[in-house]
């Protein structure tokens, strides 16, 4: 009982950190001036929402009851990113720099949860199929933020 407990508990955190960041990605996809990377954001919160989607069904088998919205930390994590956008009048350099930093929390949320020794193997497989998305936004908005250090001044391209 109480590895169900450490399961659903360790899941349901997790999706609602992935709820939070599927809305903070289409928040800053309408924030943004370039579309490239309206799209890109816009794209991440699809791969996103599949990951939530796979957490849910996770936390189902287990006998728990999935988490259908954001975290708390959440919310505040978009009050101030508003705030940040508000002063920096759009910028997208400083809007890709929030993303960056929210995907370091959500990167080591999940790094946590599989240190964690009390979730159930299966639980623990979708934990690392929704990490792979994970590493791979957090990887993506790393190289994006190095790449838009002249952002202002060198325009808006952005290559893989």
Do not use: C, W
């Amino acid at each position: 009982m109480t590895q169900h407990n450490e399961t659903t508990t360790t899941l349901n955190t997790l999706i609602a950190t992935l709820i939070d960041s599927v809305e903070g990605y289409q928040k800053s996809a309408g924030d943004v001036d370039n579309k490239r990377y309206a799209d890109l954001f816009n794209a991440r919160a699809r791969e996103r929402q599949q990951a939530i989607t796979g957490l849910q069904a996770a936390v189902a088998a287990a006998g728990g009851n999935p988490e259908d919205d954001g975290s708390v930390m959440g919310t505040v994590h978009r009050a101030f990113q508003s705030l940040r956008e508000a002063v920096s009048s759009r910028d997208d350099a400083a809007i890709i720099a929030e993303i960056e930093r929210g995907e370091d929390y959500l990167k080591e949320k999940f790094e946590a949860a599989l240190r964690h020794g009390d979730i159930a193997p299966e639980a623990r497989d979708a934990v690392n199929k929704a990490r792979e998305s994970v590493k791979a936004g957090h990887d993506e908005m790393s190289a994006l933020k190095h790449g838009t250090d002249n952002l202002s001044t060198a325009g808006s391209s952005y290559t893989n």
